[in-house]
């Protein structure tokens, strides 16, 4: 742990303790937006630092809120941005561990009505969970439309064609008490260029709850669930020997927190250490949970501690 380096909380490291800390730990675990990329563009020295980590040895998965798009369009876009030792089986996205939670844990029987797009419903479809099809005339409402007469789950994620159809539906479903609630994540916005923002399925899992009266189960981070994942897919996971390395507080580090292991944040995203410190200072002892036992500016911090290792091993 943390503890065992000598450093308190929200601690910035570098050079040689950066180096020990890599060599500590098996497993790392990484967010991508934000952290190895902003939109299209790898954040600089990231695709350096996963290569390399991978090509020494070490187990590096990527644990991402992001549901839009199946796990083998992640394949893609990591093999775009130069990404080139990254494979499937690495890539732990909400979208792939709802449909994982629905099949293998609550084993559901019967169609799901999903709140998302098209990238959340071919996850689901892969992984052989009916859904509901969308089939409505333009003009219907909720007075008069059809409803799906075996809905056992309501699931909800990043929904960009969002209609007030959809949730009112979802809500009818709901009112089910052995229909099941889930939502990928509850992560509130996510920064776009510009200034502006862009509500995340936080934002509509919460008008979904107003509306049902019933508060929904989260897959994602910072739930342990996506932990459990990576633990039944990867051989001798242990905790303590896992390092997650995100840009968001209040998901990647109590993420970590929820499951026992070191924090790292990164500052190329959403969170600052300004946010971790007061977190650190406050008087409410839960926001303790939300602050990294680590902080690097940015990835390429990394870039050193491999340059080190590189020349012991010559």
Not at 55 to 62: A, D, E
Not at 119 to 148: F, H, K, M, S, W
Not at 280 to 288: D, I, K, Y
């Amino acid at each position: 742990m943390a503890g065992a380096f000598g450093f308190k909380g929200c601690q910035k490291i570098r050079g040689p303790q950066l180096r020990n800390l890599l060599e500590a730990k098996d497993f790392i675990l990484f967010d991508c937006d934000g952290v190895l990329w902003h939109g299209e563009k790898a954040i600089t020295g990231a695709v350096k630092v996963v290569n390399s980590l991978i090509r020494n040895g070490k187990n590096v998965v990527f644990v991402t809120n992001n549901c839009t798009r199946p796990r083998e369009n992640y394949v893609h876009k990591f093999y775009r941005l130069g990404f080139t030792d990254v494979i499937l089986e690495q890539i732990f996205s909400s979208s792939y561990c709802s449909a994982l939670y629905l099949r293998d844990v609550v084993k559901v029987h019967g169609q799901v009505f999903v709140m998302g797009c098209d990238g959340l419903r071919r996850e689901l479809q892969e992984a052989g969970i009916p859904c509901v099809e969308e089939a409505d005339e333009p003009d219907a409402t909720i007075y008069n439309c059809d409803l799906a007469p075996d809905v056992k789950a309501v699931l909800v994620g990043h929904d960009d064609k969002l209609t007030f159809l959809k949730l009112a539906k979802a809500s009818c479903y709901l009112k089910d008490p052995d229909c099941l609630f889930l939502a990928t994540d509850n992560d509130p916005w996510h920064p776009l260029s510009g200034g502006r923002i862009l509500p995340g399925s936080g934002s509509l899992t919460a008008a979904l709850e107003v509306a049902s009266g019933r508060k929904a189960t989260v897959i994602g981070k910072p739930s342990r669930f996506m932990f459990e994942c990576i633990s039944s897919q990867f051989r001798g996971v242990d905790p303590a020997q896992c390092l997650m390395i995100g840009d968001r507080l209040e998901v990647d580090m109590l993420f970590g927190f929820n499951c026992g292991l070191d924090t790292m944040l990164t500052l190329t995203g959403v969170s600052q250490i300004e946010d971790a410190q007061q977190y650190r200072n406050s008087e409410v002892t839960t926001n303790h949970n939300l602050v990294p036992d680590y902080v690097v500016d940015t990835i390429a911090d990394f870039l050193p501690a491999f340059e080190e290792l590189d020349e012991q091993s010559n």
